[in-house]
């Protein structure tokens, strides 16, 4: 039995399954609030995108985002499937080292990029550099000179495309802090510094117009402005890209106002977009690059709870309370994000009621889901809340010193620690005492 829209079973004893296995049994055998991915999900929605290249007999490469959720683990699966790998900082490079990624592999962000990080990326000659401001190419050019190395990068522009989702996370419109605008000629002059510089192979644009996308429109029209700016560098300059990384920001299913578009979707209207502005142009067919994260892990994990307090107050609101919240899953006090979930014990039990499912941190934003239909609900019942795959372990904090959440991964029917459980001791360990 298929769980409405979202991928997951329910077995003979009326309880959800993930990959096969009882998610009562995985929260009774590692503790709740517990992270759980289905494996072999993230690993069909990474060959969605590959075989979407592969149709459209493009070359293309597809860099997981790892920021949506990045673990030693993860990035061995992304490395199995073949994926690129984007990162942002040191932290996700160290990351990447540990799980023994392929270092041609990676590519790096990040809108203020440390000395160290540049110099680390230099040192473990990773596949590019995305450069986003000044700044960057300052730095970039003195870690080449000090260690007489050279590096492939692209250029990230904001297009000035606004899309239809959150404004925290939107990145392509013009008053963005990431990118070269191109509108006013900034990536003209950075695209001048480095298009004939010794060090550096400069191999293309960059952009990324936003997160949680439903439509293939916006990427066609970052990809026209991509080409207008373009067809002024053939004609000035007789450059013509090796790439066009047109980002991630692909939509997911979190609620039924969600529809997301089948993965191939948007890499067909990506090449069809640049296809059509190549051929007018007589320009030469560039890579397509795009940097999927929550599209790849978000529908394959869910997260496991045990509910706790209640608080009736009639005529208004029925709270239920969770032993985590905000400090797993900042979503929802961050962008008003919504999220379905089911009692994991009786997920097909008739719904009686809508209740609140609120967080344990001490702040009153700390709640998951406002309004929830639930079946007859007890303390000690486990809650599946789905989709929490992406920026949910990635930005779990420690606030009132909730240790983080273990990680498990479920494939083949078998369940498999790949996150620990912090400890108080973890909580702790940096701590100092003061005399
Ligand atoms: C530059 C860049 N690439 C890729 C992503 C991944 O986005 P998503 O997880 O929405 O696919 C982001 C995040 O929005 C990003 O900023
Ligand atoms: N963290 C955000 C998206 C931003 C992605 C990174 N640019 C989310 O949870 O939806």
């Not at 730095?139 to 007489?148: F, G, S």
Request: hydrophobic fraction near 35%; charge should be negative; charged fraction near 20%.
């Amino acid at each position: 039995m298929i769980i409405d829209t979202h991928p997951f079973t329910v077995n003979e004893k009326g309880h959800l399954e993930i990959g096969g296995l009882d998610t009562l049994d995985l929260a009774k055998k590692y503790g709740t609030p517990l992270y759980v991915y289905d494996v072999a999900l993230i690993r069909n929605n990474a060959r969605s995108f590959v075989q979407a290249f592969t149709d459209t007999g493009i070359k293309g490469k597809v860099a997981y985002a790892s920021k949506a959720f990045s673990s030693i683990a993860m990035l061995q699966v992304a490395k199995q499937e073949g994926l690129c790998l984007d990162v942002i900082s040191e932290g996700e490079l160290y990351t990447a080292l540990q799980a023994d990624f392929p270092t041609e592999r990676i590519h790096m962000h990040g809108n203020n990029k440390s000395l160290e990080e540049i110099r680390m990326a230099v040192d473990y000659e990773i596949g590019c550099i995305v450069i986003d401001n000044f700044h960057d190419i300052d730095l970039l050019e003195e870690v080449l000179a000090e260690k007489q190395k050279q590096m492939d990068v692209l250029i990230r522009v904001t297009p000035g495309v606004e899309s239809k989702t959150h404004q925290y996370i939107m990145t392509g419109n013009e008053d963005s802090k990431f990118g070269f605008d191109l509108q006013n000629g900034q990536a003209e002059q950075a695209f001048k510094r480095l298009y004939e510089h010794q060090r550096i192979r400069f191999q293309g644009l960059h952009c990324h117009i936003g997160s949680q996308i439903f439509e293939t429109s916006g990427f066609q029209v970052a990809t026209d402005l991509l080409f207008s700016e373009l067809e002024k560098w053939n004609n000035k300059y007789q450059y013509q890209p090796n790439v066009l990384n047109l980002g991630g920001g692909f939509g997911i299913r979190y609620t039924k106002d969600d529809q997301p578009l089948p993965l191939d979707n948007y890499i067909k209207s990506m090449a069809d977009a640049v296809q059509a502005h190549v051929q007018k142009l007589s320009m030469k067919m560039p890579e397509i690059w795009i940097e999927p994260g929550r599209s790849i892990v978000g529908n394959a994990g869910i997260t496991l709870y045990t509910i706790g307090s209640n608080k009736q107050i009639p005529g208004i609101r029925e709270y239920y309370s969770i032993d985590g919240g905000m400090a797993d899953n900042i979503r929802p006090a961050l962008y008003n994000a919504g999220y379905e979930a089911v009692i994991a014990n009786h997920p097909k039990k008739p719904i009686v009621k809508e209740v609140s499912i609120a967080g344990k941190c001490c702040e009153s934003g700390d709640m998951l889901i406002w309004d929830l239909p639930v079946p007859e609900i007890n303390s000690g019942d486990v809650l599946a809340v789905f989709s929490t795959g992406a920026y949910s372990y990635s930005m779990a904090s420690h606030y009132n010193r909730l240790p983080n959440a273990a990680v498990v991964f479920v494939e083949n029917g078998r369940d498999q620690l790949v996150v620990r459980r912090e400890t108080y001791q973890d909580v702790v360990r940096n701590d100092l005492s003061y005399e």
